[in-house]
Each structure stands twice: as C-alpha cells, then as structure tokens.
C-alpha cells in the first residue's frame, strides 16, 4: 500500500485497521469559517435523507453542489500536508446530521474510486468533525480490519447492488468501534472499511465535512453496475464533471433508464460476483480481525425506512443469498 502519512504510526494504523486520526486538522478559527460556508449555502435548513444524514452532493441543484464541493476542496486541501504527503483530492462534501432518533446510517462501504486490479492502490475518505461528538450525536464507528476480508468492488447504485454487507446490519452496528473525536478532528478511511452512525438525539446538527483522496499516481475510476446483467459491472474513467453532476439518486436514475453516466468513458466490463458471507462466516472474520461487541442499544434500526423501501431492501437480501449460490 502507498505510503502517504508522514507518521509512521499513522500509516501502520490505516494499513491494519483501515481507519485513524488526525487530531487537530482544524483550529478554532478554522471550525467557524468553514460553518459559515455550510450556513452560507444551506441556511442549516436540511433534513436527514433515507442515509440518515444530509450530504450536499446529494443536492439537486448542481450549481450549488459544484460550488460546496469546490469551496470544502480549496478549504481543507492546504491543511491535509501537515499529516498527509504525495495525495490528490477529489468531491467534497457536507455531512450533516439533523436530530432524528431514528435516522441511522447503516453500515457501508463507500465507493471505490482507483483500479481495483491494483492492490498497493486505495482510494479514502477524510472527514472532518466540527463539532464535539460522541455516539448519541452521531459520530463515525467503524468495524476493524473490513477493508481486507471484504475486499470486494464497491459501485453504484445503491441498494440496487448486492454488498457484502446486505442483512448484516444489526451485527456490524453491534461491532463498531468509535473513535474518540473533538472538533477540528478528522477521520481517514479507507472506501473498503465498513463504517456507520447511530441517530443524532441530541437537539443540534451534527456538522461535517469530507473529502476523497487517492495517492498521487492514481488514475480515478468509478465502477457501476451494468442494467442488464447485474453480475457484471462497468469500469469507468470519469471527468472532473462527472463528481459535481452525479451522487447516488442521479446514478440509480440513470441505471433504471439503463442510460450510461454522462461524463465517462467505458474502459472494461468485468464479472461482478462478490463474495458474500453468512452470519456465522462474517461475524468470525469481524472477531478475527479485533473487533468487540460494543453493547450499544439499536432501537428502531430500520424506523425512518418507508414501507417500500424496507420491501425493497429484503428483496435485495433474498437476491444477495440467491446470488451467493
């Protein structure tokens, strides 16, 4: 795997783990001009969508979206070099939890964004908290070691494409470790590491930001399941207006029109047959790699899910243990 943190101790944590922090990215000062620029755009008026949270490249406004997405870019890459070295960045994002007891995040896995026939290569996140945080506010839990024992290609759309982590919810939410994190903190993961946030149920936002990263050789792919056949899946190279005009609505929308994503160019169509676990099978490789149960409640898991989309995601369960076989 690239090296890219100047802490040895901070690459060998990403390596085995597949997450760490990097306390204090932001100052005082800092947290507040970057607020100003998620109240500039959004007047704090946002709601939680079906993930559990608001992300603004989310919006339908695609103006607005671009210029989040380049004002959190040009805000947060100066101060990556104090931890980071020989990276690139791409999307940018607001991450917003509106208090809702309800609105869990289910645990993930985010979209792979290098060659995945490249195993030195890996594409993360950088998510920055601004503001103190604990679980019941919604921080950010992550199951240890994910990224190496399910280490399958993670396109879009969702839910329409079979994870490895499809009816396993409960048990990966029961597992998570979380990160103590403080304002102006930030958390880097690996997109293969599986991550998740319980509700907010404080009475204010839980305000963050994030930004993708690759190593610097990188070229940036995006993988997404071809319509016709969803046991094979397209690579795609994409243009730098492909990530300010698309998010996982636009996508599915195109995948059901059976319409390619504007803004990207075919390079390969490969098997997509991932590999997938029982209960049994999944849980074991989560304690083989040091996780623990963290005893936390899981009220209402699936309560902010509408009757369709509950029906929705177990037929997709059903097909996960069709497509297994």
């Not at 397209?234 to 996982?248: I, R």
């Not at 029982?278 to 790699?289: A, K, L, N, P, W």
């Not at 899981?298 to 929705?312: C, G, H, M, P, V």
Request: net charge neutral.
């Amino acid at each position: 795997m690239y090296n890219i943190f100047n802490d040895p101790q901070q690459q060998v944590a990403f390596e085995n783990d597949g997450f760490t922090t990097l306390k204090g990215l932001l100052n005082e000062t800092e947290i507040e001009e970057l607020k100003n620029i998620y109240y500039q755009y959004t007047k704090g008026n946002v709601e939680n969508s079906i993930y559990g949270m608001y992300v603004s490249i989310d919006e339908a406004d695609e103006q607005k979206k671009l210029e989040m997405m380049l004002s959190i870019q040009q805000f947060l890459k100066p101060k990556l070099g104090k931890y980071l070295h020989s990276i690139k960045c791409h999307l940018g994002s607001f991450l917003v939890k509106v208090p809702n007891p309800h609105s869990y995040t289910y645990p993930h896995q985010d979209w792979l964004f290098i060659d995945n026939e490249k195993p030195d290569l890996f594409s993360a996140t950088i998510w920055v908290s601004l503001e103190d945080i604990d679980v019941s506010t919604g921080s950010l839990g992550f199951i240890k070691g994910s990224h190496k024992f399910l280490n399958n290609i993670i396109g879009s759309p969702s839910p329409e494409i079979i994870t490895a982590t499809m009816g396993h919810e409960a048990l990966l939410l029961s597992y998570l470790t979380f990160p103590p994190v403080k304002k102006g903190d930030a958390l880097i993961f690996n997109n293969k590491t599986v991550h998740a946030a319980f509700p907010n149920k404080t009475d204010k936002q839980r305000i963050a930001a994030g930004i993708g990263i690759t190593p610097e050789p990188a070229v940036l792919y995006h993988y997404h399941l071809n319509p016709n056949n969803p046991k094979r899946i397209f690579k795609l190279t994409v243009d730098e207006a492909f990530f300010h005009t698309y998010g996982n609505d636009s996508l599915r929308k195109c995948y059901h029109k059976k319409s390619m994503p504007k803004y990207t160019h075919v390079v390969d169509e490969l098997d997509y047959q991932p590999v997938l676990f029982s209960r049994e099978e999944i849980e074991q490789e989560i304690i083989r790699h040091g996780n623990t149960t963290n005893g936390l409640p899981i009220e209402q898991l699936f309560a902010n899910i509408s009757f369709k989309d509950k029906a929705r995601f177990a037929f997709q369960y059903f097909m996960q243990r069709i497509f297994s076989k």
